[in-house]
């Protein structure tokens, strides 16, 4: 049998086609006769792409200068329902942002269509790696786009550019007064008690209450062992003006009052430097808030006296001030002092000495 049979009873058997039937059959058809663009032979037409390119990086400047105009013009909340419930800053910032990239886009687009070098080549496949050849080959060709691209030769292009490139950072730099205010500016200009970081709805007085009902506690109904969630009982009954809080006053005064009580032997507490009367029958409150990064606290292990955060396993000795005994947290958890009304109910001394949470820039 000749070899040529061999070979093609080898390809029926395998179902592998025969390269040269291949090549016969998808031969490379080579580039297509290259068509010039109308800005490559036509000087008017050039200019008019030029001015066209200029036209769109004008407009990206405008819509960034609408950008920050509508910042400082219209105020976050009280600004006026433009369309479908859209305030006007959220509608204004949003589309002459989106306005500033789009014609960004546009002009670079355009410049690169119209105006840069329009080379067709042929690039074949190659190993991953480059050559140190082919390095400074993609060097040169870096430096030869740049040559082409004219950014040397078009100032009024290249311009408007670093002007529309320029303004573009701004909306950045105005957008990062959205870190504010601060807590002590929200405390002044809240129009209710506990607004800002450094105070909490517990003021000398306030009752400890359970929480989700609302209802006080005696000494006599915490158990050796027992962990109780509390709340102030100003979140109930508003305080002095009696106007149960609601709305954004209630959700504020509920995330930041939020306390655990437990009760251990009173032999067993190691009192702080002046918490000597902070407990009361070995029963001490702390802040729910772990210091971390203000996951809510409960895990409480009835031994040691220890609670443990369930976010990144910080861990508070509350026989000892609420010490940190291990994890990330970088501070011990607020203590609320307690006391006993003439009812026989747990009340609060008075505030928090400390704020409660996370640390933050203005905490000393
Ligand atoms: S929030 Fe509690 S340990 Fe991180």
């Not at 390809?11 to 006769?33: F, K, M, Q, R, S």
């Not at 909306?171 to 105070?199: F, I």
């Not at 995330?255 to 430097?273: D, F, L, N, T, Y």
């Not at 509350?318 to 940190?324: K, W």
């Amino acid at each position: 049998m000749s070899e040529s049979h061999d070979n093609q009873h080898a390809h029926e058997l395998t179902n592998v086609p025969d390269p040269a039937v291949v090549n016969d059959l998808y031969a490379d058809p080579g580039l297509p006769e290259h068509q010039w663009r109308p800005t490559d032979v036509d000087a008017h037409a050039e200019k008019r792409a030029e001015r066209q390119v200029a036209t769109l990086f004008g407009l990206s400047a405008i819509c960034t200068i609408l950008f920050l105009v509508s910042y400082f013009a219209f105020d976050i909340g009280d600004d006026p329902d433009v369309v479908g419930g859209f305030g006007a800053s959220n509608l204004f910032l949003g589309l002459s942002l989106a306005g500033a990239l789009l014609f960004l886009g546009s002009g670079i687009i355009q410049w690169a269509r119209k105006l840069m070098a329009d080379h067709e080549i042929v690039e074949y496949r190659h190993p991953a790696a480059s050559s140190d050849d082919d390095r400074e080959a993609t060097l040169a060709a870096l430096n030869a786009g740049l040559e082409e691209s004219g950014i040397g030769r078009r100032p009024l292009v290249r311009n408007s550019l670093l002007g529309a490139v320029g303004l573009l950072g701004l909306p950045a730099v105005v957008a990062l007064r959205d870190l504010g205010p601060t807590p002590s500016q929200v405390e002044k200009n809240a129009d209710y008690p506990g607004a800002g970081l450094e105070h909490t709805l517990w003021a000398k007085g306030v009752r400890v209450v359970r929480d989700v009902v609302g209802t006080p506690i005696r000494p006599g109904d915490v158990e050796i062992g027992d962990l109780f969630n509390a709340e102030p009982e100003t979140l109930f009954n508003g305080g002095e003006d009696g106007e149960p809080l609601e709305g954004l006053a209630l959700q504020v005064g509920k995330s930041k009052g939020a306390v655990v009580m437990i009760r251990m032997a009173p032999e067993e507490i190691i009192p702080g430097e002046g918490r000597e009367n902070w407990s009361v029958d070995g029963i001490v409150c702390y802040s729910k808030i772990c210091t971390h990064v203000g996951c809510p606290i409960s895990l409480n292990e009835r031994k040691t006296h220890h609670l443990l955060c369930p976010c990144h396993q910080s861990t508070f000795d509350l026989a000892d001030s609420g010490r940190v005994i291990f994890g990330p947290a970088a501070r011990a958890l607020p203590q609320l002092p307690l006391a006993v009304d003439e009812e026989g109910y747990l009340i609060a001394q008075s505030d928090f000495t400390e704020p409660v949470g996370p640390s933050f820039w203005e905490r000393g």
